[in-house]
Structure formats: C-alpha cells, structure tokens
C-alpha cells in the first residue's frame, strides 16, 4: 500500500511544472554539466522572484532538491547536500574557503550573506563540485552581486518586512554607481526577531536573534581587458537563541575581505584569467548566561582565521572548453570551553575543544568540456590536494595525547577526485550520465575535537587525528525536458562511502558533560551508502495559470544501521496565476512519516505533516521608480509540526503573516 501511494504521488507530480523551474530559481544549465543548479537571486523584477523576497538565505537554499537544512532554531541553519553534513561538501562565497568557528556548526558559511547581496548560488552535486576542494557530497558556492562596468549610473532599494510569527522586523538598503570604468555595490540589512511561536501558538523560549550585515563591493576597469576588484563583508548577529541547544550565542561575527585581478582575452585559445587573494576571521561565542537553570555554568568561544588564494585560467580551443584552477589557503581553528564551578571554594575546569589546529591545503582542478557530435557533450574533471594538519597548542596536544599517547603533531594528506559525464540533447531533451572518485580529511572536530558534546544524542565527542581519507565512489543519472509549456526534471545519484567517518560509543572513556549517555570516538566504518532521488515536472496552464511541483526521496545505509538525519520521502505542489504585475499563489507541501531513521544516534520518528500557504504580490511602476508590495501567510492552518531536520525534533513555525515593501530607482 505504502508503494502504491508512493507511486501514485510520483505520477500526479509528473504533469506539473517546478516552482523552481517557472520562477527561475532552480535550473539546471542546459548547455553543458548539467550537474550545476544555479539558484538566481538577482534584485531586477523582484515581482517574478520569489513571493517572499526578503526570506534569509535558508529558505532560498531550502527550495534546491538537493539540499536539506538542519534547524536548531530560527536562525544559521546548516545545509546538509545530498544528504551529508557539511564535513563532506565545500561551502565557498564567491570560490572564498571559510572555516565556521562553532564546535556545535551554529555558524555555517551561509549565515554570514544576505539576499540582498547575492545575485545567485551554484550548487553542484558530487565531484562536479571539487573547483574550490576535495568533496565528497559537492559544493555550494554563494555569487555575491556585481553592478559591472554599465553605464546605469545611481541606483538603489530601500526594502522593509514584517512577520507576525516571531515578530521579525526586517529593513535595509541597497545603492549602486556603474559607469564603464568604476562599479561600487553598498548593501545595508537589519533583521531583529523575538520568540517564535509554534502550531496552535506555544511561544518556543530561546529562539530570538538579531543580525546586521554589511556589504560592500567596488572595482575598476584601467582598459578593455582588465579589471580590478575589491570586497568586504561585515556580518554580526547578536543574542541569539537555540531552543534545541543548551547554550545560546551571544556573538556570531564574521570579517570576509578579498582583493581580485582579472584579465580578458590573453590569447586565441586563453579566455580569461582571475587572480583572488582573500582573508577571513570569524568570532563565535556560545553561552548560557540567559538560561535559568543549568547544571553548571560555561563559557565556549571559539575562533578561525583563513589566509588564501585563487588562481583561474578559462578558455576554448576547436570543440574543447576548458578551465584550471589552482587554490590554497592556510587556516587557524581555536575554541576552548571554561566552566565554571557552583561551589566558590573550588577551581573552574578550563580545556581547549580544538587545540589551535591550523590547516594548509593547496589544489588544482581541471576540467575540460568536449563537444562530441551535435547532440553528444563529454566533460571529465580532475584534480588533487595536498592537505596538511599542524597542533600548534602544545596544552591541546597533550590533552589529546591521553587518549592517544603516540599522536603525531602533524598530519599530510593527499586528497584526489576525478569525474566523467556524458549528455545527450535532442528534440527539447537531454539525458546525463556522471560517474565519480573523491576523497576528503577529517574535519577539525572529527580529528582534533576535545569533549565536544552533541545534545542529538547526549554524548561528548572524541576526535580522532590518524584516520583514513574518507572515500566515494558515486553515479549520477538525469534527464530533462523544456518546451514552452511543459517541464520535467528526474534525476538520482548513489554515492558509496568507504571507510565512513562516524562517532561510536566507547565505553573506556568517561563523559565530561553532566547527564552525558557516555563518549563517542570518532571511527570508521567500512562503507555506507547514500541514494538521492527527486522529481520536478509540470504544465502551462490557460488563464495565465502555472500548475508546479516536486517529490524527493533519500536512503542512507551502514551495514544493518540507517544513517542519521536522511530525509524521508516529501512532496509540494504550487499554483500560480500571474497577469502582467501581478502573481497570486496557492501552494502546499510536506512529508510521509520518517519509518527509517537512527536511533542509534538518537533520532526519534518524525510524524508526517502538510502544509497550506497563500500568497500575492504586485509591482507598480513610477516613471524610472518601482514599488513591490508582497504579502502571505504560511502554514496557513497552524499546524504543529517538526521534521527529519529539526534538532531534538524541536517544532517549527506555526501560522505566520508576512509583508515585504521595496521601493527601487
């Protein structure tokens, strides 16, 4: 019965149209590497983007078939792609590495950008994915907006929003000079939220935040082949609340400055040429000093810092495209934790949860796009690292060193991946096949981490600095099709890890958390396995009316275990009318009870759930000027509800009004 319904919605999913695909939001590149979604964000007709415009970047993220975003409340929410954590993909802002400085990941790549300063996001699944790094999973690389060498003069956006289920306020501004020499982008955003409240209007504690973020993007043309351009991000967040943790963050902020060269033209055969020198420092301080009870108190600050560059040639020569890039990068991870001891008489505890672990990685990826026939591509990728690991703290080396007495202070590695895929297009459709080899390091927390506890399944974790490479064998199918009425999109991908990197129970060692089930050492084991499947398809309608919607589905495997946090099958389904400068919609979305999850590693069954919503927008022109007014509600009949990536299952939003006012000249 349960394959009959399966099936049955898969079919109804067939005639319909992707949301992603009609609004342009998530499409795939139908030239070439199909492998590449792009999610465009760009600020021109805002009245055809997204209904919610002014959404965080989570929820943009979260529209991609292929990614999932772990909530531990309503704010910095980590992308899991192809359904691994962010240990096995590569998360850049523009080709940029950066090291989050959280120990718990309340601090992804992604929660240092705004929508308003991204004109779109690459994503790409598995080795098509290692430009910027050896992956597994594949990368996501977030393209801040340029205004270029235009001759568009003075322009800007003033936008505010409102929300009702948090009560978030959200306000800023945009400005941007072009002329055919000089460009500078200016972007200003403010979001402040209180608690939000859940289904049926439980107020969830510990769930407010504030953020500011500061953008800023300028560059020079000197000639007609040259151009030199400079860029800063200032991102805060202050008081931020996890209702799934037991510490809050009183301090998230991230410091991200690069300087690029670019040269058009070079030769017959060279294209382009792109030289980035970069640096990044982020701060990331958790508390507890806003819970009320606690069994004891600590402080766990935490800091990185990342130095690197970039080098990329582009070019064609007969039926070949191709690019090189050579990458490096050199970064220091730091965190410590101090508790602090109830009784006055006795000493604080203080340790180092990543003993200053620096990191230099140096790497070159090549790729070469070859035009077999007139409906035949071939692309094949390579590339290789050289990943070194240092402790620099002689306190943290020894504290790891009771665990391991014969540990080495350094580490080098040396990481490769290569891909081939093949596509065939004709008559409207095209089908793609990619077949792929990676390797990845530890992260830092997986080699080095200290006592880190994980409050998922309430255990402290143990890094393990002698592993294996962690491998990956992978198969990606798809096809397509694009007419002017219909759309349709399938596509799966295997992945096959070797010598899987895991925490398992140990029971020799002692926890160090209080109320701990015990500690978990990072291990290996043999092999896991991950399958990823998804569907858009969909169908223009008479009356200006678009019919939409999707279907996705993962499996993960270890032996007799199902991995953690797989996404169980899920569905959405849109209708959108739209005549001229305005659009309307009625969508709904949600999930089949979660039957294969881990209790292992603590995970509990998530109930299946549907969501309504509803919303409009209109756009006004005023000579040169426009107004966009946006409007909805979501969850629009308040359900109380959580899913497969809701930390500790903690409850989503429930029915929750929104506005979005922009004025652009």
Not at 309 to 333: D, E
Not at 537 to 564: C, D, E
Request: charge should be neutral.
């Amino acid at each position: 019965m349960k394959l009959f319904f399966l099936g049955s919605l898969l079919y109804l999913c067939i005639p319909l149209i992707s949301k992603a695909q009609q609004d342009s939001l998530v499409t795939g590149d139908s030239s070439s590497h199909q492998l590449a979604n792009v999610i465009v964000i760009a600020q021109q007709n805002l009245a055809n983007k997204k209904t919610k415009v002014l959404s965080s970047l989570d929820s943009y993220l979260e529209s991609d078939h292929s990614i999932n975003m772990i909530k531990r409340g309503a704010y910095a929410w980590e992308p899991l792609l192809n359904g691994m954590a962010t240990e096995r993909s590569i998360v850049t802002i523009d080709g940029m590495r950066i090291y989050g400085a959280c120990t718990d990941k309340m601090d992804p790549v992604t929660s240092y950008v705004e929508i308003t300063n991204l004109n779109k996001i690459n994503i790409h699944s598995g080795q098509s994915g290692s430009a910027n790094g050896t992956t597994i999973a594949g990368s996501i690389d977030l393209v801040r907006r340029q205004s270029g060498f235009t001759n568009k003069g003075l322009n800007g956006l003033v936008f505010s929003g409102l929300e009702t289920s948090n009560m978030q306020k959200i306000t800023g501004t945009t400005l941007q000079y072009a002329n055919s020499h000089f460009f500078s982008d200016i972007d200003f955003t403010y979001r402040d939220a209180d608690n939000y409240k859940a289904g049926g209007g439980g107020e969830i504690q510990y769930s407010q935040f504030t953020k500011y973020n500061i953008s800023g993007t300028a560059g020079w043309k000197p000639n007609e082949h040259e151009e030199l351009t400079a860029s800063l991000i200032y991102d805060k967040a202050t008081d931020v609340g996890y209702p799934a943790l037991p510490m809050d963050v009183s301090l998230a902020e991230a410091l991200i400055g690069s300087v690029q060269y670019e040269r058009h033209g070079l030769t017959s055969t060279i294209q382009h040429w792109a030289t980035k020198l970069y640096y990044n420092t982020v701060t990331h301080i958790m508390d507890d000093t806003k819970r009320p009870v606690v069994p004891i108190r600590m402080d766990m600050p935490g800091y990185t810092k990342t130095r690197g560059f970039y080098s990329k040639l582009s070019g064609a020569t007969h039926n070949h495209s191709w690019r090189l890039n050579l990458s490096g990068h050199y970064n220091t991870s730091y965190a410590e934790m101090t508790m602090y001891a109830n009784n006055p008489a006795e000493k604080d505890m203080f340790m180092l949860t990543w003993p200053g672990i620096n990191t230099m990685y140096s790497g070159l990826f090549a790729e070469d796009k070859i035009s077999l026939t007139d409906h035949f591509n071939a692309a094949v990728t390579l590339g290789t690292g050289l990943h070194h690991n240092i402790i620099k703290s002689d306190f943290g080396r020894q504290s790891l060193a009771i665990f391991y007495p014969g540990m080495q202070q350094s580490k080098t590695r040396w990481l490769k991946n290569l891909s081939t895929e093949l596509q065939y297009h004709r008559s409207g459709w095209q089908y793609s096949l990619e077949a792929g080899y990676g390797e990845r390091a530890p992260s830092v927390s997986e080699g080095y981490g200290f006592y880190l506890f994980n409050s998922f399944d309430q255990f402290d974790y143990i890094g393990k600095p002698d592993m294996k490479n962690e491998k990956s064998l992978e198969l990606h199918a798809e096809s397509s099709h694009i007419s002017s009425r219909f759309n349709f999109k399938a596509q799966a991908s295997y992945f096959h890890i070797f010598d899987y990197i895991i925490g398992k129970p140990n029971p020799e060692f002692s926890p160090m958390t209080i109320g701990a089930n015990g500690i978990k050492v990072y291990e290996q084991l043999p092999a896991a396995t991950i399958i990823n499947t998804s569907i858009d398809a969909g169908y223009r309608l008479p009356y200006h009316l678009l019919l939409s919607g999707k279907a996705t589905y993962r499996r993960g495997r270890s032996g007799g275990l199902n991995l953690p946090l797989i996404q169980p099958f899920s569905y959405g389904t849109t209708l959108q009318y739209q005549h001229q400068l305005f659009i309307a919609e009625v969508s709904a979305e949600g999930a089949l009870k979660q039957t294969k999850y881990s209790p292992e590693f603590g995970e509990t069954a998530a109930r299946a759930y549907a969501l309504f919503n509803i919303s409009a927008s209109r756009q006004f022109n005023l000579q040169n000027q426009k107004i966009t007014v946006k409007a909805g509600v979501e969850n629009l009949l308040d359900e109380y509800y959580s899913t497969f990536a809701d930390w500790n299952r903690i409850p989503r939003m429930g029915r929750n009004i929104f506005i979005n006012l922009l004025y652009s000249f």
